[in-house]
């Protein structure tokens, strides 16, 4: 909202104090979008990677390895648990028997599957694994953002590398990721590189497939013509301050502004979240859940162009407070069979089948990732706890050699046996995909340098 403060009662070109408050008002009638629409970018040269976009599934909680990506058939069963692995059309690559449409795509999907953080905390190992900078201290549960821990995550380093068009290059979906005591996990904004950078947050409970965004919808009592009304004389206002001061505030105030109305007036960008265009054969195959409507929308964003969409598994208000989300430490099977599984499986599957007919698979680059694992033994109520010793990572499009397995866990899928991958060459590895190099430096909020990732490229990926 712009806020201006003067001490006179008429501006030089005769606008009064109420013609600015008026202005100002935009705010009120729900345009809080200006406060969102701030980034300096830069364009550093391409180098490999042919990813135009990526969109990072997160399955807040931490899935077992065990149970998706890394069976273990020969284990005893306090290990292996109750599900088997099933053949894939990758060759010689097996998955869990609870992901039986993903199996069908394995030729499109290379898992890590040696990845670790070292870290058993959901928040500190959450911030390592999308910021790719280790948490201080490690293992520490149900802390906040702020310094020390101020990396940028990786939308808030796209929105700093890439020019956005109607939408922001980088959006955060369908909320925040929070613990079950209400704490917001470090790791989720762009941290040091300021507010501006921050990917968008679109806050909205996925439950119904004509669910609405109220950034994006005008109250009944503002109308288009009263819109554009407000709008010109925002810009008048901006005008003529801007040619008292010569500054660079107003300027940016008014392209925060114009992108605000660019979007509240865009047919692009209010048909985007539009999931009931979506023919209904299209919507059934990623699933009647929040997560498959999830799913659904960031591949509708990345066809708009934002750069990069992060979709949060949805933590709804009836989650169990002993296993919410992926975070099993009770009753594992029964809850990977049920609620987990099925529609993961389903949306993670439409979403690579989707892609790859549209001709996009090969310009996406699709993560499949959390913040850890789980222990390799079952603890005494059915369920696995906080693993970040071992994991794994699915990786799919963008350039990335589907249908093979880089690294491996031990026996019992508690260690790297060989191949480790650190949260930091994820990162880079992302980048690289993006076409980034990885030593290309931007510039804090105070204008101090560093590098985008301090990681190492798993070439063998691509």
Sequence with gaps: ???????????????????VLRAGSLGAFGLSLPALVQ???????????RARSCIVLFLMG??????????KPDAPAEIRGEFGPIASNGPGVQVCELLPRTSRHMDKICVLRAVASNDNAH????????????????NAENVNPGP??????????????????????AMTLPHRIFNTDGSVWPGQDAGMLGRGADPWLFTFQPTTVNFRLPDFVLPVEVSQARLDGRRSLLHEVNRQLDAVSHGDLLQSFDQRNQQAFDLLRSTRSREAFRLDREPERVRERYGDSPFGRSVLLARRLIESGVSLVQ???YRGPDEPSDNPCWDSHTRESERLRTVLMPPMDQAYAALLEDLAARGMLDETLVVNMAEFGRTPRFNGRAGRDHWGFVYSVALAGGGVRGGQVI?????????????????????????HALGFHTDTEIQDSLGRPFPISRGEVVRQVF
Excluded: E
Excluded at 39 to 49: I, N
Excluded at 413 to 430: C, E, F, K, N
């Design 1 to 19: 909202m712009l806020n201006l403060q003067t001490t006179t009662g008429r501006l030089c070109d005769g606008l009064t104090r109420r013609d």
């Design 39 to 49: 980034a300096r970018t830069s364009q550093p040269p391409a180098t490999g990677g």
């Design 62 to 71: 931490g899935p077992p390895q065990h149970s998706t990506w890394d069976p």
């Design 123 to 138: 928040s500190s190992s959450g911030y390592y694994m999308m910021t790719g900078h280790p948490h201080q201290p490690m």
């Design 148 to 169: 020390p821990n101020n990396y940028p995550n990786m939308g808030g380093i796209v929105r700093r590398l890439k020019r956005g068009g109607v939408f922001p290059a």
């Design 311 to 313: 979709v949060n598994w």
């Design 407 to 431: 690294g491996a866990s031990d026996a019992i899928g508690g260690y790297p046996r060989d191949g480790r991958v650190q949260p930091q060459d994820l990162s880079a590895t992302i980048f």
